[in-house]
T-cell receptor
Framework: RKEVEQDPGPFNVPEGATVAFNCTYSNSASQSFFWYRQDCRKEPKLLMSVYSSGNEDGRFTAQLNRASQYISLLIRDSKLSDSATYLCVVNMNTGFQKLVFGTGTRLLVSP | AAGVIQSPRHLIKEKRETATLKCYPIPRHDTVYWYQQGPGQDPQFLISFYEKMQSDKGSIPDRFSAQQFSDYHSELNMSSLELGDSALYFC??????????????FGSGTRLTVV
């Protein structure tokens, strides 16, 4: 079983739709959590960090449930430019920092 | 702002050849990481260095080795290349004191094709 699991999708949504991605992680000692965005053949880029209290950045809202070891990302009012792969990432602090990636969820936003 | 610089961007090698990938982290970042991403796969952690010392090791084959130099740049050396080594290789860097909240910054990657 992978340490970080995501639904690979693809999620096909029209512009303006709201879409939610979920992610579960297996290591309860995980320290911090992120959503990264990766465009085709490009490097992963940090979208946002995820905090227990939940956090919002414009159209994006991230939520963390430590008890259920579950992370979510909500995208409101989807834009064409949101089409990408969204990677759920967990920081396994094993003395040193180590990011472990989920397999990613692909989002396709159509006109 | 300076980013993580990787070279070369693309590399084509034949089976059993060797390859060297280079990474220049963001200035003042104390940790460098190497990841391998195969087609349709998530990035897999290979190895990391903290202040020029190896700090963690992941699924790095014995045919691969890496080091970090006094100027903090890092090199990933790959020998006896196999077709399955064809992948995107990302280098990332971070500052330990901020990685908890801000994760890592990735370079643009080196696309290695083994033929």
């Amino acid at each position: 079983r992978k340490e970080v699991e995501q639904d690979p999708g693809p999620f096909n949504v029209p512009e303006g739709a709201t879409v939610a991605f979920n992610c579960t992680y297996s290591n309860s000692a995980s320290q911090s959590f992120f959503w990264y965005r990766q465009d085709c053949r490009k490097e992963p880029k940090l979208l946002m960090s995820v905090y227990s209290s939940g956090n919002e950045d414009g159209r994006f809202t991230a939520q963390l449930n430590r008890a259920s070891q579950y992370i979510s990302l909500l995208i409101r009012d989807s834009k064409l430019s949101d089409s990408a792969t969204y990677l759920c990432v967990v920081n396994m602090n094993t003395g040193f920092q180590k990011l472990v990636f989920g397999t990613g969820t692909r989002l396709l936003v159509s006109p | 702002a300076a980013g993580v610089i990787q070279s070369p961007r693309h590399l084509i090698k034949e089976k059993r050849e060797t390859a060297t990938l280079k990474c220049y982290p963001i200035p003042r970042h104390d940790t460098v990481y190497w990841y391998q991403q195969g087609p349709g796969q998530d990035p897999q952690f290979l190895i990391s260095f903290y202040e020029k010392m190896q700090s963690d090791k992941g699924s790095i084959p014995d045919r691969f080795s890496a080091q970090q130099f006094s100027d903090y740049h890092s090199e990933l050396n790959m020998s006896s290349l196999e077709l399955g080594d064809s992948a995107l290789y990302f280098c990332a860097s971070s500052l330990t004191s901020t990685a908890f909240n801000y994760g890592y910054t990735f370079g643009s990657g080196t696309r290695l094709t083994v033929v």
